[in-house]
């Protein structure tokens, strides 16, 4: 069974430019998470997808951070404009049932 | 406010010794605890788990202790191995919460050969 993929593995780009992440969860996983690691702490919930519904995303930031999931497959989650404190660790987490998260690799951003 | 704290950033042991990492959590609902363990560059993955109606859940190497009264919780590695070196996160979840989970900010683990 194919893991968690995340794309891309890093990106740097400049303060106010737009960056878009992408997660592949696992082949009929419904529950999708974002969770985000910024300078070394602890890793943080972002939101929560169930198929293509937001359950929860009381995690995000501000409303310069946008994710889908169109279809209930693959989400992207867009930054946009990007500021320096968006850089850390974005992590992709997948779950059919019970507690089983798979996490992907995650996708290291860097804002300059 | 930090709800699960690993106060200790890092621990070093020897190989063979035992490894015993921290977590203190705050808030009483949580019902579910997991440690995961992360290697660099990849996600973290899953080691073991244990509901708040236990105290203890042991796996191979791995045994996880649950103080409720004291809303602290243990991981004990024995014996260490060099592979074992890796940032171990505590990790809980509350019933009712879609199982989002509320990460401590982990510790280092080096194991000495």
């Known amino acids: 069974e194919a893991g968690v993929t995340q794309f891309p593995s890093h990106s740097v780009i400049e303060k106010g430019q737009t960056v878009t992440l992408r997660c592949d969860p696992i082949?009929?996983?419904?529950?999708l998470y974002w969770y985000r690691r910024v300078m070394g702490k602890e890793i943080k919930f972002l939101l929560h997808?169930?198929?293509?519904?937001?359950?929860?995303e009381s995690g995000m930031p501000n409303n310069r951070f946008l994710a889908e999931r169109t279809g209930g497959t693959y989400s992207t989650l867009k930054v946009q404009p990007a500021e320096l404190e968006d850089s850390g660790v974005y992590f992709c987490?997948?779950?059919?049932?019970?507690?089983?998260?798979?996490f992907g690799s995650g996708t290291r951003l860097t804002v300059v | 406010d930090q709800q699960v704290k690993q106060n200790s950033p890092s621990l070093s042991v020897q190989e063979g010794r035992i490894s015993i990492l921290n977590c203190d959590y705050t808030?009483?609902?949580?019902?579910?605890f997991l440690w995961y363990k992360k290697y660099p560059a990849e996600g973290p993955t899953f080691l073991i788990s244990?509901?708040?109606?236990?105290d203890k859940n042991e796996d191979g190497r791995f045994t996880v202790f649950l103080n409720k009264s004291a809303k602290h919780l243990s991981l004990h590695i024995v014996p260490s191995q060099p592979g074992d070196s890796a940032v171990y996160f505590c990790?809980?979840?509350?019933?009712?919460?879609?199982?989002?989970?509320?990460f401590g900010s982990g510790t280092q683990l080096t194991v000495l050969p």
């Open positions: 987490a997948s779950r059919a049932g019970g507690y089983g998260y798979t």
């Open positions: 082949s009929g996983h419904d529950n």
């Open positions: 997808f169930v198929k293509e519904s937001k359950q929860d």
């Open positions: 808030n009483s609902m949580f019902d579910y």
């Open positions: 244990i509901s708040s109606i236990k």
């Open positions: 990790a809980a979840s509350a019933s009712g919460s879609a199982r989002q989970l509320t």
